[in-house]
């Protein structure tokens, strides 16, 4: 079955797309968990909603009027939030709040039709991914990775701690409108793939899973990708092989089991871990005390 859908284009178009977002989501994902900005994925998935209204409004493509929505969004945004004047809640809920309201206004606007097309981009529609849509996402993707690879260490003193970061020497304004922007190309890239309701979990879900198995920052990055890509290459496989299964549905829910089945796994791992460093730290008795 496998092999057969190998030899079908649409097929081959769905599973780069899958790859590309399962290796890019948890990557950039990864930075801002550490950064304990969970929800920025959220929000800019709602901007990017208006985005994808005013392509449809406007007769452009879909996913560049996105990409330019979002990544403004997301540099206001933050912004906003670099001055102080409002915290980084208030600041994500001002982007849920108003990309859902010019999305909504925008489509309402709209030729009519729309309305359907949109799903496609709230909830996913990877078997409908074009040519096109896979070289914008290889587009996208590769500069994400490019951005991880170059940045990648700089993005991780400033996620640690902004103020050692600032103390360094570090562009701290620079990095953090860098995090915003990849997050915001990331959020475009994946929306064909699992939707914007869902991208966030895609970006958040790996890197939480990847945490319960190690600690290290690298090791946790590249964990992440691994299990990005597994959750949704079996995605797809599974909407595949059931057009009743929804693959952003899917790609989340496994990636939600794999998260229980790592939770599980690293508690006894972590049990066990305690237990031979209790044994080892034990003192010894000499064979003089024991006689």
């Not at 800019?44 to 996913?63: D, I, K, N, Q, R």
């Not at 980084?88 to 859902?100: N, R």
């Not at 990095?175 to 979990?201: D, F, Q």
Request: with cysteine.
């Amino acid at each position: 079955m496998i092999m057969e859908l190998l030899h079908e284009q649409l097929f081959q178009l769905a599973l780069i797309a899958a790859l590309l977002v399962g290796l890019c989501a948890p990557a950039v994902g990864t930075f801002i968990v550490q950064r304990r900005l969970a929800l920025l994925g959220d929000g800019v998935g709602h901007v990017a909603l208006t985005g994808v209204a005013l392509g449809f409004l406007t007769g452009s493509a879909p996913v560049l009027t996105a990409v330019i929505v979002a990544v403004a969004g997301a540099v206001a945004i933050e912004l906003v939030r670099a001055r102080g004047r409002t915290s980084g809640d208030v600041a994500l809920a001002l982007l849920f709040y108003g990309g859902i309201a010019g999305g909504v206004m925008l489509m309402g606007i709209a030729p009519g039709g729309s309305t359907a097309k949109l799903n496609s981009y709230l909830f996913g529609a990877i078997a409908s991914v074009t040519t096109q849509d896979i070289w914008i996402i290889a587009a996208l993707a590769a500069a994400v990775i490019a951005v991880v690879a170059i940045f990648g260490r700089e993005l991780f003193v400033l996620c640690q701690d902004e103020e050692m970061a600032r103390a360094s020497g570090l562009p701290v304004r620079f990095l953090s409108l860098l995090i915003a922007v990849t997050a915001a190309l990331t959020v475009v890239i994946a929306m064909r793939v699992v939707g914007l309701l869902l991208v966030s979990a895609l970006m958040v879900i790996p890197v939480a899973t990847s945490q319960q198995l190690t600690r290290g920052f690298r090791t946790t990055m590249l964990l992440a990708m691994l299990f990005g890509v597994i959750a949704s290459v079996g995605g797809l496989v599974a909407s595949t092989y059931s057009t009743k299964v929804p693959p952003g549905a899917a790609i989340v829910l496994l990636a939600l089991a794999g998260f229980v089945l790592a939770l599980a796994v690293g508690r006894f791992v972590r049990r066990a871990r305690t237990q031979e460093s209790t044994v080892s730290e034990r003192p010894k008795l000499r064979v003089e005390e024991v006689a």
